[in-house]
Protein backbone atom coordinates (compact mmCIF):
# COMPACT_ATOMS: atom_id res chain seq x y z
CA UNK A 1 0.00 0.00 0.00
CA UNK A 2 1.36 3.56 -0.79
CA UNK A 3 0.84 6.28 0.85
CA UNK A 4 -1.78 9.22 -0.86
CA UNK A 5 -1.43 12.49 0.26
CA UNK A 6 -4.35 14.02 1.78
CA UNK A 7 -5.35 10.53 3.25
CA UNK A 8 -4.75 9.17 6.36
CA UNK A 9 -1.88 6.94 7.29
CA UNK A 10 -2.65 3.78 8.34
CA UNK A 11 -1.19 3.19 12.17
CA UNK A 12 1.73 1.22 12.40
CA UNK A 13 4.18 0.14 15.66
CA UNK A 14 8.04 0.63 15.52
CA UNK A 15 10.19 0.12 17.66
CA UNK A 16 11.94 3.33 19.19
CA UNK A 17 15.13 4.80 21.26
CA UNK A 18 12.06 5.93 23.58
CA UNK A 19 9.97 2.98 23.86
CA UNK A 20 7.42 1.53 21.71
CA UNK A 21 6.03 3.98 18.27
CA UNK A 22 2.50 3.69 17.78
CA UNK A 23 1.31 6.34 14.81
CA UNK A 24 -2.27 6.42 16.48
CA UNK A 25 -0.62 7.96 19.73
CA UNK A 26 0.95 10.89 17.77
CA UNK A 27 -2.83 12.19 16.95
CA UNK A 28 -3.31 15.72 18.02
CA UNK A 29 -0.21 17.07 16.93
CA UNK A 30 1.58 17.47 13.99
CA UNK A 31 4.79 14.62 13.12
CA UNK A 32 7.41 14.73 11.05
CA UNK A 33 8.95 11.22 9.87
CA UNK A 34 11.68 11.33 8.29
CA UNK A 35 13.25 8.30 6.51
CA UNK A 36 17.23 8.15 6.30
CA UNK A 37 19.43 5.23 4.43
CA UNK A 38 21.80 4.15 7.55
CA UNK A 39 23.07 5.45 10.64
CA UNK A 40 27.05 6.80 10.95
CA UNK A 41 27.11 7.75 7.54
CA UNK A 42 27.73 11.60 6.17
CA UNK A 43 24.63 12.59 4.75
CA UNK A 44 22.77 10.90 7.96
CA UNK A 45 24.80 12.14 10.24
CA UNK A 46 24.06 16.12 8.34
CA UNK A 47 20.41 15.75 7.94
CA UNK A 48 20.18 14.39 11.62
CA UNK A 49 22.35 16.98 12.79
CA UNK A 50 19.92 19.14 10.97
CA UNK A 51 16.92 18.14 12.27
CA UNK A 52 18.60 17.98 15.65
CA UNK A 53 19.38 22.06 15.26
CA UNK A 54 15.61 23.05 14.48
CA UNK A 55 13.94 20.80 16.78
CA UNK A 56 13.62 23.81 19.23
CA UNK A 57 11.64 25.04 15.64
CA UNK A 58 9.87 22.31 15.49
CA UNK A 59 8.63 21.86 19.02
CA UNK A 60 7.44 25.70 19.10
CA UNK A 61 4.57 24.46 16.35
CA UNK A 62 3.88 21.60 18.56
CA UNK A 63 5.44 19.06 15.83
CA UNK A 64 7.75 16.02 16.73
CA UNK A 65 10.62 14.77 14.57
CA UNK A 66 10.94 11.04 14.36
CA UNK A 67 13.44 9.38 12.15
CA UNK A 68 13.60 5.78 10.68
CA UNK A 69 15.87 3.28 9.06
CA UNK A 70 16.04 -0.10 8.60
CA UNK A 71 19.43 -0.22 11.59
CA UNK A 72 18.85 -2.49 14.70
CA UNK A 73 17.89 0.15 18.06
CA UNK A 74 21.31 -0.61 19.84
CA UNK A 75 22.65 1.36 16.32
CA UNK A 76 20.08 4.14 16.99
CA UNK A 77 20.79 3.92 20.42
CA UNK A 78 24.33 4.89 19.47
CA UNK A 79 23.68 7.08 16.87
CA UNK A 80 21.16 9.51 18.83
CA UNK A 81 23.74 9.47 21.48
CA UNK A 82 26.73 10.03 19.24
CA UNK A 83 24.91 13.36 17.57
CA UNK A 84 23.57 13.99 20.89
CA UNK A 85 19.51 13.79 19.06
CA UNK A 86 16.55 15.31 20.67
CA UNK A 87 14.26 13.06 19.16
CA UNK A 88 13.63 9.74 19.02
CA UNK A 89 15.16 7.07 15.84
CA UNK A 90 12.47 4.20 15.41
CA UNK A 91 14.09 0.78 13.71
CA UNK A 92 12.21 -0.77 10.98
CA UNK A 93 13.86 -3.91 10.54
CA UNK A 94 10.66 -5.93 9.04
CA UNK A 95 10.34 -3.03 6.86
CA UNK A 96 7.02 -2.33 7.85
CA UNK A 97 7.26 1.74 7.35
CA UNK A 98 9.42 1.27 4.86
CA UNK A 99 7.27 -0.01 2.91
CA UNK A 100 3.74 1.36 3.94
CA UNK A 101 5.92 4.57 2.57
CA UNK A 102 7.08 3.19 -0.59
CA UNK A 103 10.78 4.51 0.50
CA UNK A 104 12.49 0.91 -0.58
CA UNK A 105 14.22 1.56 -4.02
CA UNK A 106 16.85 0.17 -6.35
CA UNK A 107 20.16 2.31 -5.85
CA UNK A 108 23.84 2.20 -6.91
CA UNK A 109 26.33 2.50 -3.85
CA UNK A 110 29.67 2.24 -5.20
CA UNK A 111 28.64 1.17 -8.93
CA UNK A 112 27.03 -1.75 -6.94
CA UNK A 113 23.14 -2.39 -7.40
CA UNK A 114 21.55 -2.01 -3.63
CA UNK A 115 18.18 -2.46 -2.01
CA UNK A 116 17.75 0.41 0.11
CA UNK A 117 16.12 3.56 1.72
CA UNK A 118 15.61 6.46 -0.55
CA UNK A 119 15.64 9.74 1.97
CA UNK A 120 12.21 10.63 2.28
CA UNK A 121 10.27 12.62 4.63
CA UNK A 122 6.46 12.81 5.59
CA UNK A 123 4.58 15.71 7.13
CA UNK A 124 1.55 14.44 9.02
CA UNK A 125 -0.96 16.94 10.55
CA UNK A 126 -2.77 16.41 13.98
CA UNK A 127 -5.62 14.39 12.33
CA UNK A 128 -3.08 12.03 10.83
CA UNK A 129 -3.21 13.32 7.38
CA UNK A 130 -0.50 12.81 5.04
CA UNK A 131 0.18 16.56 3.94
CA UNK A 132 3.64 16.65 2.14
CA UNK A 133 6.56 14.65 0.97
CA UNK A 134 9.46 14.41 0.11
CA UNK A 135 11.71 11.99 -1.66
CA UNK A 136 15.10 11.52 -2.69
CA UNK A 137 16.00 14.29 -1.07
CA UNK A 138 19.21 15.76 -0.26
CA UNK A 139 20.32 15.66 3.60
CA UNK A 140 21.87 19.33 3.42
CA UNK A 141 19.04 21.99 3.86
CA UNK A 142 16.30 19.61 3.85
CA UNK A 143 15.21 20.03 7.41
CA UNK A 144 14.68 23.28 6.89
CA UNK A 145 12.52 22.78 4.17
CA UNK A 146 10.15 20.67 6.05
CA UNK A 147 10.27 23.30 8.91
CA UNK A 148 8.74 25.88 6.62
CA UNK A 149 5.85 23.34 5.29
CA UNK A 150 5.06 22.18 9.07
CA UNK A 151 4.99 26.30 9.39
CA UNK A 152 2.36 26.58 6.76
CA UNK A 153 0.28 23.76 8.57
CA UNK A 154 -0.82 26.39 11.17
Known amino acids: MNMTLD ?19 QLGHPLVIYFYPKDNTPGCATEAGQFRDLHGEFLKLGCSVFGIS ?48 ERSTFLIDAGGTLRREWRGVKADG ?12 R
Open 7 to 25: KKVPDFALAGTGGEFRLAD
Open 70 to 117: RDSLKSHQGFKSKLRLPFDLLSDTEETACRLFAVIKAKKLYGKDVIGI
Open 142 to 153: HAADVLTAARAL
